[in-house]
């Protein structure tokens, strides 16, 4: 009886230690997939990995890395939630609350995405990246002035980020509170990254605003010859010529 009972868990060990060589192999190979930019391929694989072993995190982590990066973002919280919702605590959750806060703005979840940023904040609170995302969904909501709070922080920690001075002069601009101020910070943000074309299309934005329209005409003519697709440069030229 014992000899049999042996035997049995020596099976058991067996079907064990091939079914994790197998996990192993496909990580592996999904990771390598992922690197080389074979993001289909890396799905399927990885794909396999999680129906070998349904609670494998690093294989979520990647799966939901490569949804977001084909934006296929409903698979790509599916395979996040996984990582949050674990008994397990996994190496990269701090990565994945960013990533969250990051797709529920892109689907206009604002509150969710608050919750997954606040996680990020209350750990670091000089993360700027998850200090801009909470600014945007404020200025999206028009909560200004939380929001001004917010870019005005990350200001203080980096004086040359462009995002947060052009983010800033568009809470501004839009409010109506103080165009020319808003112009100004816009201007801060096109000296440390210029020809960028947002910031050009803040700047004429602000001048229409004004009903400064030859100056706007300047800016939002440049800004469309750099990115001819934009929408909402398309948007603002269509105001001012009243098309």
Known sequence: MNDDLE?????????????????????????????????????????????????????????GLLYTKTDDLNKAIVHFNEITLSKYKYIHLYNVHSILGYIYIRQRDYETAKGHLSEIIQQN???????????YIHYKKNNFEKAKDYYTEVIRQDGN??????????????GAEDIEKGISFCKRALEIAPDTPA?????????????????????????????????????????????
Not at 203 to 220: N, P
């Open 7 to 63: 035997s049995m868990w020596s099976r058991v060990d067996l079907t064990i230690s091939t079914s994790q060589k197998k996990v192993t192999e496909l990580l592996k190979q999904g990771r390598e997939q992922y690197d080389a930019g074979k993001y289909n391929d890396a799905i399927t694989t990885l794909l396999k990995c999680v129906n070998e072993d349904p609670e494998n995190l690093e294989s979520h982590y990647y799966l």
């Open 125 to 135: 609170k000089n993360d700027l990246k998850a200090l801009s995302m909470m600014g």
């Open 161 to 174: 980020n462009a995002n947060a001075y052009n983010s800033l002069g568009m809470i501004y601009i839009d």
């Open 199 to 243: 910031y050009l299309d803040s700047i004429g934005w602000g001048y229409f605003k004004m009903q400064k329209e030859s100056q706007a005409m300047e800016y939002l003519k440049k800004a469309f010859e750099l990115a001819p697709d934009n929408q909402e440069i398309k948007h603002h030229l269509k105001a001012i010529l009243n098309i």
